[in-house]
């Protein structure tokens, strides 16, 4: 893949970037730190280039206009941290049962409520899984670097055009706001995405109903495809059912669309494992306090390893389930009690020792606190 | 206006939608589908180029029996779902239809902000005075004293008045009328549609099931009657002392304000400055 120029570029500058380059036209988001950024290079970039960009009265707000952007056939995003990311909840919920695609971006922050503004934190980990109500799949996606700030935005957009899905890019203020040189990839090299488009003529046309690919091609507002979206559940013509034999398909495509490209959105990135003794587990800004771990851990003889989690929802539970068996320990270092751990903990199912390492004073986990952690198991 | 025939106005109706509706019988959501398919046939608008969004409640429900784009979007934000339609698709005509509880509780800061900026959508408030179709609480419009199920002993919240709100947040476009004064509501409807920017009609609708129940105000019919002998044509309002004022109110046009600048167009007028700069290749 062809590289431009390196540049020095911040995480939050280089997921604005990402998604211009994923063909965002459609911006709609409310301030909070430390996510702000993302709105002010938009709200530059994207009139210049005719396309749309607004602040909104608020987070509802913001995804709901999203949401009405997607429809009408724009792909959209909006930025928040935890407070407004959870005033989103219902619209999410609202976009995942109609299956509108639209890249939600969540810069973690210390919480709950307005917490520490400025500070890191991993707190929200389980949020970005369960937030709204209801039964629904969740795709989450967590950079650790700035260019997989850039990298994870594009790949976001792709995931929500293709499956038709919101998708979450869970970032931390520690990455949101670091400073990295990178070298992003060129546009025209980089793969996108479009969402698919009905073939079929209006009068054929049946929105919800899909193919062997449960995945239906939705018709943009305006297309001349007139047909109904609701937050209800909907049969195949999108009109309101509670009819038993057609609500418990809907849910088990919904979660089946999922579930099938499992093998594709199971993304993780294993550091020094094959031979490890004891693994680390860690995504986002902890993942690079962790690689640094591992990588002294090394030179002083401890074979240590790390899988860094980079798809976060669905799990990647063979992915983990591999990496934990059979090794003296593995530690989960995170910015919160146990979001993570509880999770590997559920995977590894008793077969295998794990450990959490929280912190929760607003400060980040260093390679040196992990390495004196894992001194315990060697 | 000639009038639109029956069989025109079917045409724009959803017949495979699993007819008979939601509503109660004898509800006035009713009588506002068919004004509202009246007003965009008399406007000519094609049916492809309108996108029909509205909240929740039984206002909410709506869209779905009309043959356009419809969307029953969240509680409260059908204005923010049609601003980004809107915004992605300029040349849709986007229309919300909401419910009092849907525009001005729950969806009332969304309601300001879309009448501040001016934004290019249409705003038809159904007033009930109460929420429906969680069986007849009371709401912000609900009169002082009035019964709702969660106002026993009467209602001591002063009501909002949905149209002097819409006035002084901002939009250039403001109408009062009733489901009792249909032909009236065509018009009213055709001309908020048509007007760029912001515009707005609150009509005022019977929920004889629950606030006419509740308050003993008859049946719907009864309601209806109350309608025709409480509201005064604006040109007469005018005329009204303090006195004759009391217990009706004004039908009409309110607010008119045609040159008033359109967020759309200062949208385009900025993406001209923008591209004049060229700040496109920096971030
Ligand atoms: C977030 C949220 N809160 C509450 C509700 C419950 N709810 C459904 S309809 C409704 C009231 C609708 O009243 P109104 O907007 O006046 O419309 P009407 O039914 O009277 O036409 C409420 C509160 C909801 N669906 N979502
Ligand atoms: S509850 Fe009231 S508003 Fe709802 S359908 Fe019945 S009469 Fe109409």
Redesign the pocket.
Known sequence: MSKQKPELLQGNEAIARGALAAGCRFFAGYPITPASEISEILGRRLPARGAAFIQMEDEIASLGACIGASLAGAKAMTATSGPGFSLMQ?NLGWACITETPLVLVNVMRAGPSTGMPTNPAQGDVQQARWGTHGDHPAIVLCPASVAQCFELTVRAFNLAERLRTPVIVLADEVVAHLREKVSLPAEDELEIIERRKPSVPPDWYVPFKTDGGLIPHLADLGDGYRYHVTGLVHDERGFPTRRPDEVEPFFRRLFGKIRRNFGELEQVLPMALDDAEVVLIAYGCTARAAQAAVRQARAAGMKLGLLQIVGLWPFPRRAVEKAVLGRRAVLVPELNMGQLSREVKRVAAGRARVVHHGRMDGQVITPDEILNRIREFF | MPPVSRGVVHGWLRHDKKFPHVWCPGCG?GVLLGSLVRAMITLGLDKNNVALVA???????LPVYVDVGSVHA???RALTFATGVKLAKPELAVITV??????T???GNHLIHAARRNMDLTAII???Q?????GG?Y?P?TPLGARASTATYGNIEPPLDISALCMAAGAGFVARSTVYHVTQLDDLLAQAISHRGFGVVEVL?P?HT?FGRQNKLGSQIDMMRAFKEQAVRVERWAKLDGARRAGRFPIGVLARRDEDTTYLEAYGAMVERAMAQGREGQS
Not at chain 2, 98 to 103: L, V
Not at chain 2, 130 to 134: A, D, I, K, L
């Open positions: 219902e | 959501l909240g929740i409640g039984c206002t909410g429900r969240t509680h409260g909401m419910g009092d509880g849907d525009a509780a729950i969806g159904v007033n009930n109460n929420y429906g179709m969680t609480q709401s419009t609708s929920c629950n």
